[in-house]
Nanobody, 121 residues
């Protein structure tokens, strides 16, 4: 079983910062790309940022400049630093990872349970 567990969400005032964390646990062979998505009420889930296992990053246009994705391969973790938070950043943030569970299986996508980020004064 592979699990992704997020942490770090919460209520923050506009202009504040948060650091989201996501750790992979369980039995698996390798982790390839990792990323963060978010979903606001009434909207579809959207990619925020992604990072390869070599450290190359990709950001949604809405995330450029205020969001920073990073990972620690030794800790099987990915992080999302969000600065200058805005009310429109309010959403459930989901961790995503492309993981090969066994030597004889293809990689597949895994999701965390989500962590709520609310930006409000």
């Amino acid at each position: 079983q592979v699990h992704l567990v997020e942490s770090g969400g919460g209520l923050v005032q506009p202009g504040g910062s948060l650091r989201l964390s996501c750790a992979a646990s369980g039995m698996f062979v390798s982790i390839n790309n990792m990323g963060w998505y978010r979903q606001s009420p009434g909207k579809e889930r959207e990619l925020v940022a992604a990072i390869t296992n070599a450290g190359s990053t990709n950001y949604a246009d809405s995330a450029k400049g205020r969001f920073t994705i990073s990972r620690d391969n030794a800790k099987k973790s990915v992080y999302l630093q969000i600065n200058s938070l805005k009310p429109e950043d309010t959403a459930v943030y989901y961790c995503n990872a492309d993981i090969q569970p066994t030597m004889i299986s293809w990689s597949r996508q895994y999701w965390g349970q989500g962590t709520q980020v609310t930006v409000s004064s």
